[in-house]
């Protein structure tokens, strides 16, 4: 069973950084892409970003050229650094693995708050 550990999240003022990191462990597959979602109070989860193992990345427009994801295979983590943030970016942040053997398999993190202040 994979487990995802999440860490990073925070208090933050307005136009600071955050970085979030999460690390998969346990399982005997390959990730095949590895990605962030948030959900803020009251509104549906959303995509955040994501990454393949081959580096392809995606992003939600509202993120792009502020926030980054990357990934080191070897270490099975997913990172996500956050610039610029603003108060709508508050919400708790799901790292997300997807393994695809035959069927598609999606785990997720608990989940880390991240709250930025005006």
């Known amino acids: 069973q994979l487990q995802l550990v999440e860490s990073g999240g925070g208090s933050v003022q307005a136009g600071g950084s955050l970085r979030l990191s999460c690390a998969a462990s346990g399982s005997g597959f390959s990730i095949n892409a590895m990605g962030w979602y948030r959900q803020a109070p009251g509104k549906q989860r959303e995509l955040v970003a994501t990454i393949t193992s081959g580096g392809n990345t995606r992003y939600t427009d509202s993120m792009k050229g502020r926030f980054t994801i990357s990934r080191d295979n070897a270490k099975n983590t997913v990172y996500l650094q956050m610039n610029s943030l603003k108060p709508e970016d508050t919400a708790v942040y799901y790292c997300?693995?997807?393994?695809?053997?035959?069927?598609?398999?999606?785990?997720w993190g608990q989940g880390t708050q991240v709250t930025v202040s005006s």
């Open positions: 997300n693995a997807r393994i695809v053997a035959g069927v598609i398999y999606d785990y």
